[in-house]
């Protein structure tokens, strides 16, 4: 015991070490990284398309359109763009036409107007065109898709708007079906959803912040809030917290949910994400924010408790009634995913009092001739389980019924007739499995406790799952994620919150944001919105 | 990293204690017990031993759930149960010695019955019962039942229903509620009783009728105990008499004549309650009843719409209680058992008195002083209000 927690120790003051080393290097080259000192350009056509040359030379997707134009043709120019991220038909019809056919105003050497001036004031018909002199800022247009007028005698180059790519439409969001709700989904490109959310709360106060992160991919982050209901504080900490990100790469909003989360050794997700721009909505409308990363259709919202997970955007379209009762059926399958196997084994192995006679019968004739103890079997299935679950995610759908097949075919019917496995264990696991699906935001947490629960619940039946029962909760309490507990509006109570918690209340009645989140403009709605027939005093007033 | 190194070693600690102390020491697989549905408690024929017989399921032929399949061994201990009989000193000893016999443990929580043997029964029982109310494993709520011969026997009878005796046995007490003739006495119930000073402990007794293969289980009627020692029998008459005083009347049938026919009336409701008085240091016992029943059939060529008519019944009704209590109050007095519990209540209501009273109880009991007032109401005919055949004069 001692050797093992000496040579543990010893491991984590390695660990320790190494990360200091680090942190002191970096210290030492973050100057020397940010070396290239900003260059400007000359007024010499030829020597600005060496100077760019030397940035983004050697590359097949790079096009130079060198030409001339003016009355006399006396005017050399370079058009400079990516091939594939630019709109060709732009380049040609609004850029190049009008400068080769169409002759420069007369332009007056005297007047303050260069000639820059004058193409992007009388000549280009392209809505967005930017003037850099600086050759960082002309490769980062480029890189994004901008294409680049450079004309000789002139130090600054026109940045004209052409970025347009190729991007997937628009479809149902693969991860959140609803059956009433809107069927549009989050894609890929970060305007066309910032145009998402924008086309559902058309509110001068919705803002969209932007930055940039990533030293390397450059992937521009998104913070949507809406000003006068979002706190502040809030938003200022998690710009601070994005900024803080110093990473070469963030390909996905799962990178930056890792960088700035709260409680990074948490099973529990502190940050939640969502591929629907009505749900964003929603959830920017109560007060919260959301980060939008370029190149994800999954769009971060924070703060995050953990009621949130048991609420779908369906709660709130289809009536309450209806709505709260699959509400708290979707706790109490949170509950058998996380506890059923394990309340198996410590019934079968340390309660059979607890067990129905006839039940008891039933189940001990299903044991009989098993090979394994009940713990090995519930932990079997469970790896079982979740190898079947990530098989069948990750193969191609055709394969993918065949691995269903197999799994339901081999180890449901097979290993129970052939005496591998209880049956009872069988319904156990596969009512798990289903249970697992319901809250799919816990699915990857619920996967962990199941098998702690197990574990527990093998060596110390219902003693070991009350255990782990008070630390969960323990843990849950202790979160926050973005100042606000985790398990609000549970831990701390607050009463007026409970209206959509465990049931969802009428709208009408939800007057207010939720206390934690959006209490810096707590009313959401008028008091009197119950609906109902005109009242006697109504009719008589009329 | 300090944060992680101290979360690493809580950790560890937390593990080992949850894990390390407990350490699975009680742990059983399903398989691992022989759950024990019955418990049959004789005296050894020829000496004075315990002998115990104890009805084990077999789940491995509860697989094969049809009735010829597990029935096809014929009379005994064929079939999803074994009857395994162990003589011994003591209930407990003999439990443990059960081990050279039965391979896996013996587990008790689910056990359904325990009936004694009659001559067990007239010895006494107060020492067998102690491991059953002492043991963690054995449940309060068993059965307690007394067998008119040998409780072994018991357990020999096949079920024609359900696939174990216990569990017939179990189901069948369950289903006494509809005639309310048999008491029903769970193991609290009894202890209850056998702590008292002077209240009777009571138990149904079975019986088996019949001979080989078409031998049946029976209920019938109550044993009384006095102290813990069996002295004598209620009939199903007597035992309902009981019933009604004690307040346990479910449900039942009762018939009465009316000119020359038999109706019968159901009982929907009763109500049984006693009080005592005590007058010039003499107790007196009232007994109250109030029942309400419908009409179940009745062939008496009365018109029932008529309010005379239903009178009658209702007075008719009321003395057929009465005389059920009287016959069950005659055979008590008979055998100084107190079996109703009036010492307790006299005990409950006059403290003070019962201190003189309580040692002469087995003197004062026969001769007690009991009134018994019925109020019995009709409320409801069925869907008929005249017979189908009404009398041919009207």
């Known amino acids: 015991m001692g050797v093992m927690l000496r040579y543990l120790t010893s491991k984590l003051k390695y660990l320790k070490l190494v990360n200091q080393y680090y942190a002191t290097n970096q210290k030492n080259q973050a100057p020397s990284q940010d070396e290239k000192t900003p260059t400007s350009l000359t007024q010499n056509l030829t020597t600005n398309l ?179 209901i979002a706190n502040p504080l809030l938003i200022e900490e998690i710009k601070r917290r994005l900024k803080d990100i110093k990473t070469d790469s963030i390909l996905e909003s799962g990178i930056v949910e890792q960088y700035i989360e709260d409680a990074p050794f948490s099973i529990f997700s502190t940050i939640a994400n969502t591929e629907k721009p009505d749900l964003a909505a929603a959830k920017i409308l109560e007060g919260r924010a959301a980060i939008l990363v370029d190149g994800t259709p999954f769009v971060l919202t924070v703060p995050m408790v953990f009621i949130e997970s048991f609420q779908s955007s369906e709660d709130y379209y289809s009536r309450p009634y209806f709505a709260s009762i699959i509400r708290m059926f979707r706790y109490l399958a949170y509950m058998l995913s996380i506890l059923a196997p394990a309340t198996y084994v410590a019934l079968t192995t340390y309660h059979q009092e607890l067990i129905p006679t006839a039940l008891l019968f039933s189940m001990s004739a299903a044991q009989e001739g098993v090979p394994f103890p009940v713990l090995v079997e519930a932990l079997g299935m469970g790896v079982i389980f979740e190898i079947l679950r990530e098989a069948g995610v990750r193969l191609p759908r055709p394969v993918g019924q065949a691995v269903s097949i197999v799994g339901a075919l081999v ?9 591998l496995i209880g049956a009872p264990m069988v319904i156990v696991v596969a009512l798990t499995a289903i249970a697992s699906f319901v809250v799919p935001a816990q699915t990857d947490s619920g996967g962990i406790l199941r098998a702690i629960f197990t574990v527990l619940a093998g060596f110390s039946g219902g003693f070991g799952i009350m255990v782990g029962l008070i630390g969960v909760s323990i843990h849950l309490a202790s979160l926050r994620s973005f100042g606000t507990p985790y398990l609000s509006p549970l831990a701390p109570l607050s009463v007026p919150d409970l209206k959509d918690t465990f049931i969802r209340a009428p709208l009408w009645a939800m007057i207010t944001r939720p206390r934690t989140i959006g209490w810096h403009d707590p009313k959401r709605q008028e008091f009197r919105l119950k609906p109902g027939p005109p009242s006697e005093e109504d009719a008589s007033s009329n | 990293m300090k944060h992680l190194n101290k979360l690493v070693t809580t950790l560890l600690i937390f593990i080992l204690l949850t894990l390390g102390t407990t350490g699975c020491w009680n742990r059983r697989e399903l398989p691992s017990l022989a759950i024990v549905l019955g418990v049959g408690l004789d005296k050894m024929e020829d000496s004075d031993q315990l002998e115990m017989t104890t009805q084990i399921i077999k789940t491995s032929e509860l697989k094969a759930s049809t009735p010829e399949e597990s029935g096809a061994g014929g009379s005994g201990g064929a079939g999803a149960y074994w009857n395994v ?95 309310s003739t048999t008491s029903i006495v769970r193991l609290n119930q009894f202890a209850t009783r056998l702590m008292s000073d002077t209240t009777a402990p009571i138990a149904p007794i079975i019986e088996v009728l019949g001979k080989g293969n078409e031998r049946e289980l029976s209920v019938k009627g109550t044993a009384v105990f006095k102290e813990d020692k069996l002295i004598g029998q209620l009939n199903k008459v007597e035992t309902r008499g009981l019933l009604w005083v004690i307040d346990r009347i479910k449900s039942g049938i009762i018939d009465v004549n009316c000119r020359d026919t038999i109706v019968s009336l159901e009982i929907i409701r009763a109500q049984g309650k006693i009080s005592s008085e005590i007058i010039d240091g003499q107790p007196y016992i009232k007994i109250e009843i109030k029942e309400d029943g419908n009409i179940a059939s009745q062939c008496c060529p009365i018109d029932l719409v008529s309010p005379n008519a239903v009178a009658e019944l209702e007075e008719l009704q009321a003395e057929a209680i009465k005389a059920e209590i009287q016959a069950a109050l005659r055979k008590a007095q008979k055998l100084n058992a107190d079996i109703f519990g009036f010492g307790d209540i006299i005990h409950q209501r006059h403290p003070k008195e019962w201190q003189e009273l309580k040692d002469d109880w087995d003197e004062i009991f026969p001769d007690l002083d009991v009134e018994i007032i019925v109020e019995a109401k009709l409320r409801r005919s069925g869907s008929l209000g005249q017979p189908v055949v009404l009398d041919k004069e009207q």
């Open chain 1, 411 to 419: 180890i449901g019917e097979s290993a129970v007739s052939a005496g």
């Open chain 2, 85 to 179: 009989r162990n003589s011994g000193e003591t209930v407990f000893s003999t439990t443990r010695d059960f081990t050279h016999k039965v391979s896996r443990k013996l587990y008790f929580p689910h056990n359904q019955l325990i009936i004694f043997g009659s001559s067990l029964a007239e010895q006494g029982v107060q020492e067998h019962l102690d491991f059953f109310l002492r043991d963690q494993e054995t449940r309060l709520e068993v059965f307690v039942l007394v067998a008119d011969d040998r409780a072994s026997d018991i357990f020999d009878v096949k079920p024609r229903l359900e696939k174990v005796p216990s569990m017939k046995i179990a189901e069948l007490m369950d289903a006494q509620a509809a005639n």
């Open chain 1, 50 to 228: 060496e100077i760019l040359n030397g940035f983004i030379g050697n590359n097949f997707d790079l096009v130079i359109r060198k030409f001339t134009f003016g009355e006399h043709r006396q005017t050399n120019a370079a058009l400079v763009y990516l091939n594939g991220m630019t709109d060709q038909t732009m380049i040609n019809e609004s850029i190049l036409k009008p400068l080769l056919f169409e002759s420069v105003p007369n332009s007056n050497p005297a007047s303050n107007h260069s000639v820059i001036e004058m193409i992007t004031m009388t000549m280009l018909s392209v809505a967005e065109i930017k003037k850099r002199t600086l050759i960082q800022d002309i490769v980062e247009g480029y890189l994004s898709g901008e294409t680049i007028l450079l004309v000789d005698g002139s130090p600054e180059a026109l940045v004209i708007m052409t970025s347009d790519w190729k991007s997937r439409s628009i479809t149902d969001p693969k991860t959140e079906s609803v059956v009433r709700g809107p069927r549009e989904g989050f894609i890929e490109n970060l305007l066309t959803n910032t145009t998402l959310i924008r086309r559902k709360i058309k509110s001068s106060d919705l803002v969209f912040e932007s930055m940039k992160i990533g030293e390397r991919t450059k992937t521009t982050v998104c913070i949507a809030y809406i000003k006068d």
